[in-house]
């Protein structure tokens, strides 16, 4: 019977999106709110204008599920779909400003990312400790750290998926990967809420993923990877983090291993280099294996392979029960 849920969750997510984004597409050529090509920006690859509103076909998709078949407690759901409301709200804003040909302050979104972030703490959702492997004991951190903890995780998965958002049914296909991952996770450890939200992400991921694969006829912009993001974050915190040990904390941060240590990469680079850390450029990973001569489509499954490959190692890390 539960698998029948998870089955009915991933097949609703999945159609809601499949439904919902043409009309979208066609509302944004209306509204013109499209991804106009820029030549004088080297991360811009596509010829022609593409829309910008999958985004709001995954949340739908996402919440309908989350909302029919989560057990989530009243306030850990609110403060997810809250949190979700915000992440798309400012996202928005900042793909809107790109249909301008202009740039958002990343103050703005900083402030609301964390905003975001706090609220999902205060409901509850945390990084509170892990068991020692040789005692049993369980190793409860002091609430600072929990607290310090909890928001960079949500913070920082937000970003990297954000940042990894470059290439025609790259995020989405990380994101898929990812997600149905940690939906594994969620199954050996009996965790209901966490493997609802995961298939219903993979549901939303793939079926983006009929319109985004190379080349896109639609795009989900900052409002959609840093929402897909913040719930990858979310569904970690709730599932594969619970009752860790201390080599079994790996086993997240390896289902999303490809964005992460791009990213903390591409960081240390801007870092050292003194540029700003949040200024957008062609460093991450993706466009780095473009110039050695591979094509986007190339790019995008070697990726997605290496993704495969990291999430299965935090696989067999699971049930070796480490």
């Not at 985004?55 to 850990?76: D, H």
């Not at 020692?132 to 937000?158: A, K, M, R």
């Not at 149905?180 to 939303?204: D, P, R, Y």
Request: glycine content about 8%; overall charge positive; some cysteine.
């Amino acid at each position: 019977m539960v698998m029948i849920t998870y089955a009915i969750s991933f097949v609703l997510s999945f159609a809601i999106v499949m439904v919902l984004i043409p009309p979208l597409a066609k509302l944004a050529f209306r509204l013109d709110f499209v991804d106009k090509p820029r030549k004088d920006v080297e991360r811009k690859i596509h010829r022609e204008p593409i829309p910008l509103t999958a985004s709001y076909a995954i949340f739908v998709g996402f919440a309908a599920s989350f909302l029919l078949f989560s057990k989530e407690s009243p306030e850990q759901t609110v403060a997810v779909l809250i949190g979700s409301l915000l992440l798309l709200t400012i996202g928005t804003i900042d793909d809107w400003y790109k249909t301008q040909g202009k740039d958002f302050s990343a103050l703005p979104k900083l402030i609301v990312q964390l905003s975001a972030a706090v609220i999902v703490y205060m409901s509850g959702i945390t990084f509170s400790g892990f068991y020692n492997p040789l005692s049993g004991e369980y190793i409860l951190l002091p609430e600072w750290l929990q607290f310090v903890l909890t928001i960079l995780w949500i913070f920082g998965v937000t970003t990297v998926i954000n940042f990894s958002d470059g290439m025609d049914g790259l995020a989405g296909g990380l994101s898929a990967i990812s997600a149905g991952t940690l939906f594994v996770v969620a199954l050996v450890k009996g965790q209901n809420t966490s493997a609802i939200m995961a298939i219903s992400l993979v549901g939303v991921a793939l079926a983006y993923l009929r319109y985004n694969k190379p080349p896109a006829k639609i795009f989900m912009g900052d409002a959609g990877a840093t929402f897909l993001g913040f719930i990858l974050a979310v569904i970690a915190l709730d599932g594969a983090f619970k009752q860790a040990t201390v080599l079994s904390l790996f086993i997240p941060i390896l289902a999303l291993g490809v964005p992460i240590f791009d990213n903390l990469f591409v960081v240390m680079k801007r870092f050292m280099q003194g540029k700003p850390i949040y200024q957008a450029d062609a460093s991450q990973v993706h466009y780095r294996l473009l110039r050695t001569g591979l094509n986007p489509k190339q790019v995008v499954a070697f990726l997605c392979l290496i993704s495969v490959c990291f999430s299965l190692t935090s696989i067999i890390l699971l049930l070796l029960g480490v």
